[in-house]
């Protein structure tokens, strides 16, 4: 989309004129109601959409990603920096690495904290490893941190998990999680304390592909050094069990997963696993739960999660999880931990990942703190405001993982927001969206590229529209600027080549472009111009519209009564949509009224047809 008249002069300037005709709606964020502007509303795949909003009084740039987890063609993977336990990997990289015909990245987003080498007491040994739970396709890469290195509190009542199991339900939840070994069916159960890291003493370790075939294990002493952080120890008080897979088995959390022991290595400890799918190491305790382990033996790994452990507990099988600091929203209600401390209370840049109350929608969102070149300066956000944006559009629980740089949405080919650095950071892993439709080349439908369901131009300006090409599954195939057809109904402005020319007087009317043999067709409203919105009451009783009250103050709450309401819009008196949201047939709905002083016109639709009326705003 271009808006050449807009383009002109400083961008940040431009954003202002933006948001007076672009999709806008308010949200409630700790009482008040804030201007939120749809910038961007665009599919990007089958299921999946892509948001860039704007709040122009804070101000505030907020990118998002819904993805419709139903959709058979969504798939979500945990990606693992270059299939590593240990690295960074740029998350442009990652996607290009992963995608291929018929499993192509459409949208990915940073994930959880990960060591550096400065953090005490593990930073030096674990730099670049995840803290808190990682899984990929079903493989754990590091484990819940609930032993020796339990981060940020520890998951139960605190960070909380996500997790999307096999059959795409994504579970953010407080959770309480365990990983255990059982030997030979047996009735004992033994902890494993880490995984993909080292070895402290008396506890159980395993290892697997994540991290690497000749790397050897890492013991760790039972002292720390001068300054404080965890060093190795020489090796051979353990006791290394090497295994493989049982036939038929495969990776996945919730379940024990069988494996057939291959060899026992006695006085080790720093051996490597060569390209076997299992290591388990134990030292002193650890060392002697797993004395009796005999070759040919069935030892059984589970790594479980119960969600909501303190309420209904849930245990869903586990084919990618992720783990942050935070858990900031249950069943729609902001946590008070979201005050806690510093960091989560203060303006700052986050990455958030929601969920819906039924598991079936997925919400990546990214909050800049940072100033874009297009889009102007962002000022950051607590985590519990951010909570309340998500819950705008449906989010019920949501979670924080890494913010600050490392904050950072790909959609499409690139990174959409202006992180804090100069070029977008290397990051321990990312989840990320993928389209898995069959390869198809062929546009079945375009669409114009532009938020709401009416274009709204100034008078005079000028438009050239960009259009999306999608195929039949959903796949967004390329955005196009040109080599289509465009025309205009009769007073609306006048087409000169791919570029409409707005008339210099009020006008309602259509756009149609063509692209080879599709069109698509959009209503345009020029200075503010609207079709027909109603009379003020209605000729039947039954289909009266109500404002309760009718004279208010800014910003207050006015309900409004309607039978049947599939959608309330709120016009200026020069004709100008501020405000429109979609209804599910209700009598009665709850809005707040414009945060600007005046008179304006409210419009209910229902199956009744349209009725209009007057809002006073004080």
Known sequence: MRLDKCLLGVMAGCLLTFSSYLKAENVTIDGKSYQMDRLIERQIGPGTTYLRLRFPEIPLNVNMVITDMTNEYVRVENSVANESAKGTEKIVSAASRLSAPGHKAIAGQNANFWAVSSQSPDGKLFSSQTRNVSIRNGKMVTECNMSSEMAFGGPLQVTGLMSVSPDKEVYIDYCLPSVVLRINNGIALYTVSQCNKGVHPDEIGIYNSFYGAETKFRPISSELDASGFYQLADGGDATEVILDLAEGEEWIGGRFINFTVKEIRNDAGTGTLGTHDLAIVGRGNGRIKLANVKVGDTVSLKYAFQFSP??????????TAIGGNLLMMRDSEVLSLCGASDYDSMTYSRSLYGTSDDHKTLYMMVIDKSTDPIYGKSAGLSTAKAAQIARHF?????????GGGSAELYVTDAIVNKTTESTPRAVANCLMVFDDSPVDTEVSRVEIDYPGDVISLPLGATFTPELLLYN??????????SDYALKCSDGVGVVEGNTLK????PAFGTLTVTYGDKSVTRQVSVGGALSAIGSVTSDSDEGVLTLIPSVVSSGWPVKIECPLMSEIEIYSLTGQLIFRQSLDDVDSHMIN??????MYIVTAVSSKGRFSTRLYVG
């Open 310 to 319: 303190s309420s209904s507990p849930v245990y869903p099988l586990v084919e």
């Open 394 to 402: 449906g989010c019920t629980n949501m979670m924080q993982c890494d």
């Open 472 to 481: 039949h599954y959903g796949s967004l195939l390329g955005i196009v600027s």
């Open 502 to 505: 707005a008339s210099s007087i």
């Open 593 to 598: 009224s414009p945060l600007t002083p005046g």
